[in-house]
């Protein structure tokens, strides 16, 4: 089935109907780079914590084994969240969007989420006349 098809049909699909995960990855919108963007959030507040990028591999790894693991774009390699920080990430739940072209996992945040030691990594806000940092980086 066209992936195009495999979405238009999930439109219309009763709750509780299920496809094979293989069909599902097969039909996911990956960009050229074979990519998918991942937008993390905590499962007990909502509070968006992360926005990253997951190709078939790391999304695989990821639904195996419950830890999140990231395709890291400037290293070129799978990147497991918190190897090396201890910050990991685990999930609780994955969910596609309508067209299969943007990923939300809500997961358990050990630690900060966000390299700079800050909770997430949206601390930067924006208005209409300036970019303000909004939450201080941990001394």
């Not at 499962?43 to 990231?70: F, I, K, P």
């Not at 939300?104 to 601390?123: D, I, M, S, W």
Request: hydrophobic letters at 40%; aromatic letters at 6%; charged letters at 20%.
């Amino acid at each position: 089935m066209a992936a195009d098809a495999f979405w238009l049909q999930l439109e219309s699909a009763e709750a509780g109907h299920a496809v094979a995960l293989n069909e599902a990855l097969a039909a996911i919108a990956w960009n050229d780079a074979g990519l998918i963007p991942v937008i993390a959030q905590r499962h007990d507040n909502g509070e968006v914590l992360m926005l990253a990028w997951m190709n078939r591999s790391a999304l695989q790894e990821t639904l195996a084994g419950g830890q999140v693991c990231y395709w890291s774009r400037s290293r070129q390699q799978l990147w497991r969240k918190g190897e090396t920080s201890g910050h990991r990430q685990r999930l609780l739940s994955a969910h596609l969007d309508c067209d299969g072209d943007a990923l939300l996992l809500k997961v358990e945040q050990l630690g900060p989420a966000c390299h700079t030691g800050r909770p997430n990594c949206f601390y930067n806000d924006l208005d209409g006349e300036r970019l303000r940092v909004a939450v201080s980086r941990p001394s």
